[in-house]
């Protein structure tokens, strides 16, 4: 009897300042890997990553502060096989307001393998067909002052998504009635238009907070989804 360790390795180097981070990333897991504590996104990876912010400080009314950054990432299996590369950059705006717009554009690889079929929908019974899929994705972002007792917030994104398309669509609001009362809600509708059908899903969420002591708050929380 020979006993069968299975590993999750991973290392990162961060250098983290106000105005530059620059950070590297792997991260190993065995095939079959399964933790005793809590989860892992998949097994039989590794995954190696990079990230590069640079910011500038203007301090006008038009951007208190200007943001540019890009990331690479890139998993294979143990096998060596490629199985996703992400490649993407972002530019954001934070204005005199504390408020916030991010364009971002991203290229990403994706492989569905044959023997592990991609149920996208299983009520329709939809799935993605295998093959390696090239897509190109672009997000557009607001984001309301955090210190602002009514915080909105907007995102779109757009693009390719495996063999056909999709939209996503994010509305959400935090609204701080009182000191001690917070409203929280969120709805997302993703609208995909693949080969192998067209559907729409959405999320409704809400939540409400109540602080009861500097240490202590009370949560209620409810989401629907189709």
Same mark, same amino acid.
Do not use: C
């Given at each position: 009897?020979? %006993?069968?360790?299975? %590993? ?15 950070? &590297? ?20 990876? !590794? %995954?190696?990553?990079?990230?590069? %912010?640079?910011?500038? =400080?203007?301090? #006008? ?9 890009? *990331? ?58 295998? &093959?390696?899929? +090239?897509?190109?994705?672009? #997000?557009?972002?607001?984001?309301? *002052? ?7 917030? &907007? ?20 609204? =701080?009635?009182?000191? !001690?009362?917070?409203?929280?809600? *969120? ?5 995909? =238009? ?6 729409? &899903? +959405? ?24």
């Amino acid at each position: 009897f020979r %006993r069968v360790l299975f %590993r999750s390795l991973g290392s990162v180097i961060n250098y983290n300042t106000d105005l530059l981070e620059l950070q &590297a990333r792997v991260h190993f897991i065995d095939r079959g890997f399964a933790p005793a504590l809590g989860f892992v996104p998949r097994d039989d990876m !590794h %995954r190696f990553g990079s990230f590069v %912010r640079r910011s500038i =400080r203007y301090n #006008k009314p038009w951007s208190r502060k200007l943001t540019f950054s890009s *990331f690479f990432v890139y998993i294979t299996n143990q096998r060596r096989v490629l199985e996703s590369r992400d490649f993407g950059m972002n530019g954001s705006n934070q204005f005199d307001s504390g408020d916030t717009i991010t364009y971002e554009y991203k290229r990403q690889l994706d492989t569905v393998p044959v023997d592990e079929p991609f149920v996208i929908n299983p009520r329709r019974k939809i799935s993605i067909t295998p &093959a390696t899929y +090239h897509f190109n994705r672009s #997000k557009l972002e607001y984001v309301g *002052f955090d210190g602002r007792s009514l915080v909105p917030g &907007a995102k779109i994104e757009f693009g390719d998504f495996m063999s056909g398309s999709s939209t996503t669509v994010e509305l959400k609001n935090v609204w =701080r009635a009182t000191p !001690h009362l917070m409203l929280e809600g *969120f709805y997302q509708i993703n609208a995909l =238009r693949l080969p192998e059908g067209n559907f729409n &899903a +959405h999320v409704w969420r809400s939540r409400v907070s109540v602080p009861i002591q500097p240490r202590m708050t009370a949560d209620a929380y409810v989401q629907w989804n189709s």
